[in-house]
């Protein structure tokens, strides 16, 4: 079942359509009460209500028909049906019809209805009250016309109030229940179908927005997957075109040479499938930290040694200094650490070349560890591989998740420095740092 309109919270908001087995429903009700008024009929006719006033038995019949019969359509117009039920239950008093049981369910269940279902809450105001004001009148003159007529009650009345007056007294109070009560539960109808439609459409909404976020959230490990593997394997990857332009270089003149480097792009393409295996095996095995640790190669502040050293392999000059003193770093911060190294490196030797003296240098403070890559440009450039143009938008994005600063700018002497500073989790936390220059691909 669909809402008229999308937003339940709309000014238009208005009740699904009638179904067909409402329609159904209606009809089968207001047929079982037209057969119930013809025996409620023939019960008050045996019983003699109304005496010689009664009206005819067809007159009767005819009337109680226009009271219940259209309740069939009571979903579809609760204005119009409203209306004729009304206006059929006045002539069936004016005309003494012999059934008022019945009838007076059927008026119950029309007032009811145009507060449940009519779709202009203005209309449907209107019309309540004005059936409403109209059956108090025509309440109030019919107890005028019985106020001289001795009722035959043979009550002693209560001081002033006398049988006859608190027979009308006791009918208005019914009439006042009867009414308010076929006005409140309309309304309260209405007011509870509005809840379930908002209830559906938030249900709704709440559905599609996880989806969305299911959706974000692939993307985001895609593409920590794309920057994991650019970490893991470009860097290896420079440098094995390095270290196989340079043995291809040397190798007329200088065998041993040309087969150093060999060995070292034999050990750059073990540590890269090695880390191409861990992080495969943290997709494949997330619930097993066990087996990732155990597959898993040292990436953290204690593998920067090993980084420097293959760096150097490929023809890099690097000097390694910790300054302050090593305290522990966390896992991801020491992560984090690790592949700002390699990526910086890696941007060394692709545009700067073999042959650059490069400064690695960590610093421990109370507070936070910074890395410092510098460079001095003066090495040999080679023609430049195609990049993923991951590399600074990747650090960025891992030192933001840390609320760290990084920085990656050109040196006034030449070559280019990259810093970067991480807060340890022990430390207070810090004021927002205003926002980092932007940072341009080298």
């Given amino acids: ?30 047929v079982a009460l037209f057969l119930l008024g013809i025996l409620s009929l023939v019960l008050a006719r045996a019983i003699g209500m109304w005496g010689g006033e009664a009206a005819a038995p067809a007159v009767s019949l005819g009337v109680l028909a226009v009271i219940t019969l259209p309740l069939a359509w009571r979903r579809r117009a609760p204005s119009v049906v409203g209306v004729i039920v009304s206006v059929a239950f006045i002539v069936s008093g004016e005309l003494r019809a012999q059934e008022t049981l019945v009838a007076n369910i ?65 009918n208005l109070l019914i009439n006042v229940l009867y009414f308010a009560g076929a006005y409140w539960f309309g309304e309260r109808t209405w007011n509870a179908a509005h809840q379930r439609a908002i209830l559906n459409f938030r249900t709704t909404q709440l559905a599609a927005s996880q989806e969305r976020i299911a959706q974000q959230a692939v993307a985001i490990e895609r593409l920590r997957i794309a920057r994991e593997l650019h970490d893991a394997v470009a860097h290896h990857v420079s440098l094995m075109g390095v270290q196989a332009a340079a043995a291809r270089s040397v190798l007329p003149r200088d065998t041993d040479g040309a087969t150093a480097q060999l060995v070292a792009l034999e050990d750059s393409a073990r540590a890269a499938v090695g880390e191409l295996y861990a992080l495969l095996g943290t997709l494949r095995d997330a619930e097993d930290p066990a087996a990732q640790d155990a597959a898993a190669p040292i990436l953290g502040v204690e593998g920067l040694p090993a980084l420097a050293a293959e760096a150097e392999s ?51 403070l109370p507070s ?68 980092d220059e932007e940072l341009s691909h080298r």
């Fill in 106 to 170: 059927a008026l119950f269940c029309a007032i009811y209805t145009v507060g449940a279902w009519e779709p202009n809450r203005r209309r449907a105001f209107l019309v309540r009250v004005v059936v409403i004001a109209a059956m108090g009148i025509w309440l109030i003159v019919g107890m005028f016309r019985v106020a001289t007529v001795d009722l035959g009650f043979e009550g002693s009345g209560l001081g002033a109030l006398t049988p006859d007056v608190g027979f009308m007294l006791q």
């Fill in 368 to 435: 936070l560890v910074e890395l410092e890559v510098a460079d001095d440009g003066a090495g040999r450039p080679r023609p430049s591989m195609p990049g993923a143009g991951l590399g600074l938008p990747g650090m960025r994005e891992r030192v933001a998740t840390l609320r760290g600063q990084v920085s990656a700018e050109p040196r006034s002497t030449g070559g280019y420095v990259v810093r970067a500073a991480i807060p340890l989790p022990t430390s207070p936390p810090a004021v927002d740092a205003p926002a």
């Fill in 1 to 30: 079942m669909t809402e008229a309109i999308a937003d339940p919270e709309s000014a238009g908001w208005r009740r699904a359509p009638v179904t067909g087995g409402q329609r159904r429903a209606d009809a089968l009700g207001a």
């Fill in 314 to 364: 490929a023809g890099l000059q690097v000097s390694l200094d910790s300054v302050g003193t090593p305290s522990p770093v966390p896992a991801l911060v020491g992560l984090n650490l690790y592949r700002i190294t390699q990526e910086a490196l890696a941007n060394v030797l692709k545009h700067a070349g073999p042959g650059t003296r490069v400064s690695l240098r960590v610093r421990y």
